[in-house]
Nanobody, 121 residues
């Protein structure tokens, strides 16, 4: 079993920054992803990272603004977010996959509960 706990969300003004963390426990899978879901909308891919190599993947909407990273010693994945926009407002969820980095939520096996990010204009 894999347990994921997100933290670091909050309220920030447009143009500001936040760093999200996802602490994992249990067995280590192949890759981790961040997704987000706004009220009434589908769950959208944000970024993904492999545990074992330098493979990363980003949604076009966050490229150049968000950076995903990991600390294998702490079994933690981070999402550093800069230049935040009101449209980034959502619940951010981390997920673990047995395969490589993927855009598709159905390819992730375990999910956290999420952390709210609200960007005010």
């Amino acid at each position: 079993q894999v347990h994921l706990v997100e933290s670091g969300g909050g309220l920030v003004q447009a143009g500001g920054s936040l760093q999200l963390s996802c602490a994992t426990s249990g067995r280590t899978l192949s890759s981790m992803g961040w997704f987000r879901q706004a009220p009434g909308k589908e769950r959208d891919f944000v970024a993904a990272i492999s545990w074992s190599d330098d493979d990363t993947l980003y949604a076009d909407s966050v490229k150049g603004r968000f950076t995903i990273s990991r600390d294998n010693t702490k079994n933690t994945v981070y999402l550093q977010m800069h230049s935040l926009k009101p449209e980034d407002t959502a619940v951010y969820l981390c997920a673990a996959s047995t395969i490589g980095c993927s855009h598709y939520p159905e390819e992730y096996d375990y999910w956290g509960q999420g952390t709210q990010v609200t960007v005010s204009s």
